[in-house]
Structures are given as C-alpha cells and as structure tokens.
C-alpha cells in the first residue's frame, strides 16, 4: 500500500468518487439554467416583488451556501480531531493492556516458580526429617515391644502420624507442582491427574483426549494449560460429582489463517471441559474465584476463555491459547 508523501494514507476511492458526483451535478444544474433560462425566469419572477427584497433572494442564498460549506467544514475538522482523539485514546488503551498481560504473565509466573521452590522444599526438606523420625519410630518400637508397652505404643502413634503428614506433604506437593510435568510432559501430567480424580470420584466418569504436538511450549503456558484443566475437575467436585465429564485438548493452526514475521502459520491450543451436571446461571454473581483466575492465566497469555452454562444444562469453558505465548520475543 502506498502513502503520501507527508506519511498520510491517500484519499478513500470514494472521496474522488463524491467529488465526480458534485461536478457532474454542477455541469447538469449549469447545462439545464442555460436550457430553461432560469436566472431570466427568476428575474421576472422576483421584479414584480421587490418591495419585499425578493430580487435579493439570490445573493442571500448564495451567502447562506458559503456559510453552510464553513459549517460543513468546521464539523469536518472536529470530526477529525475526535478521531484522531480517539485513534490515540485506543492506542493508549492497547498498550496499558499489553502491559496488564505482561505484568499478570510475569505475575504467574512468580507466582509457579515460588510453588515449584516451595514443592521442592517440602520434598527435600521435611520429607527426609519425617523418615528420619519414621525410622526411630520403628527403632524404638522394636527395643520396646517385649519391655515397655506404653513406650511401643507412643512409638506406633508416632509411626503413624509421620506417615499421615507425609501423605499430607505429598498432596502438597502434587498441588504445587503437577507430578510428572517436568519429566515426562503435558499430556501425562494431565492423565495422571485426570486418574487421580477418577478414584476421588467413581460416581462420575471422565473422558481425555489430547490431539497435537506439544513439546517446546514455555513453562508458563505448559502450567497454565495444566492449572486450567485441574481447577475445571476441581469444580466438577464441589458441583457435579455424579456427571459425565470431558476434556479435549487440541494443537492446530489457527482458523484465520494468521502467520509470523517470518510467515509461518501460528498454531493455538484450545481446551474445552463440558461436563452433563446441574450447570449454573451465569447471570448470578459467584463467590468461587475458580473462574476468574482461570480468565486471567488465558488472558494474561493473550488467549480468549469463554463458559456457557444454564442451570439444569451442564456447565462448557472454552480456552484459545496461542502455543508461542510465554516464549521470548526475538530481538530484531
């Protein structure tokens, strides 16, 4: 596309298309007031009248024509302005967006690397100090168990205690960090976790399926894709324990065709969850944050998440994620 060479877009087709309009009616109205005589006419017609200043009616019209283009062209100028206004008021808008994206990426992902520390603190940490209190448990229970029974029977309270905090411990763990993500990938992370609520649920079933490639994704979309479909099954719980539950996540091209700098297409990754429950009204306010965090992690990706639900009509979200986001920009 060409530009002047002021660096402003050329004139709109239609703006010349107008003007040929506004000539070719001026030629009409020319070529019929030299057919019919009409300035003779109006002559002869406003003569007999010029006690009321009629014969002055051309030059007044004439007037009121040059103050209406004015008009026309001061409300022409502000329109302008307004929208120039308006261009830069959107602009202003886009990147104090980009920047609350950017600021609840970097946020987010804090916020994981604080869990994954946190996780591996638990692990390292409190998990080898509760063995270590697990096996004098033991050890003072077999030295006690034929001489001191009160003393074998603190040990086996303690013996299970440490085993129910490490229990507790590994629950944390698995919640701060998805098991399995980091070594063996997405799609057996999120069968393990989908196992895992199936024996937290038997009245409900639940159906996974993954479609697509998706290794090379950063940490932060891997996670967010993970934490999306965990707080999902964690709503089936509180809200449709007996339903039937679906999950479909997919890699592929995008619809509109888009492409890089470099023109190659842009893949995006969509994940649905549709369970057959009680649903909701969506028109009612909720106390629950679940919903709206899973908005900000899409949308802080530049991603777009939408839910539809009725009450007695089961309950749909639907996560578009670009699959580059969360990776570094190139540097040009």
Excluded at 128 to 135: E, R
Excluded at 278 to 284: E, I
């Amino acid at each position: 596309m060409h530009s002047s060479p002021a660096g402003r877009p050329p004139p709109h087709p239609t703006i010349w298309r107008d003007l040929a309009w506004v000539f070719a009616v001026t030629a009409l109205a020319a070529l019929l007031s030299a057919t019919f005589d009409l300035s003779e006419r109006a002559y002869r017609f406003t003569r007999g009248m010029e006690r009321f200043q009629l014969d002055e009616l051309p030059g007044t019209l004439f007037v009121l024509s040059i103050g209406l283009v004015w008009f026309a062209w001061r409300r022409y100028r502000d329109a302008r302005r307004e929208l120039s206004h308006r261009r830069m008021l959107e602009e202003q808008a886009e990147r104090l967006l980009a920047d609350n994206r950017r600021l609840a990426n970097q946020a987010l992902q804090a916020q994981e690397l604080e869990r994954r520390h946190l996780a591996r603190e638990l692990h390292d940490e409190l998990g080898q100090y509760l063995n270590a209190i697990a096996l004098d448990a033991a050890r003072i229970r077999d030295l006690s168990s034929q001489r001191e029974p009160e003393i074998h029977r603190i040990a086996l309270g303690l013996i299970q205690s440490a085993s129910h905090v490490y229990r507790e411990i590994g629950d944390m763990i698995r919640r701060l960090r998805p098991i399995g993500l980091d070594e063996f990938g997405l799609p057996s992370a999120l069968e393990h976790c989908v196992d895992g609520w199936r024996e937290r649920l038997p009245d409900a079933s639940f159906s996974l399926t993954i479609e697509g490639d998706f290794s090379g994704l950063s940490d932060t979309l891997t996670i967010t894709l993970y934490r999306l479909v965990q707080e999902g099954l964690t709503n089936v719980s509180k809200f449709a324990r007996h339903s039937r539950v679906e999950v479909f996540m997919v890699r592929a091209p995008r619809e509109t065709q888009s492409a890089d700098a470099a023109g190659a297409p842009i893949d995006e990754i969509v994940v649905t969850m549709a369970d057959d429950g009680p649903g909701t009204d969506l028109t009612k306010p909720r106390k629950g944050l679940g919903l709206i965090g899973m908005r900000e992690r899409v949308e802080a990706l530049g991603g777009e998440f939408h839910v539809a639900s009725t009450p007695q009509g089961g309950f749909l979200f639907c996560a578009r994620v670009p699959a580059h986001a969360g990776l570094a920009e190139p540097v040009n």
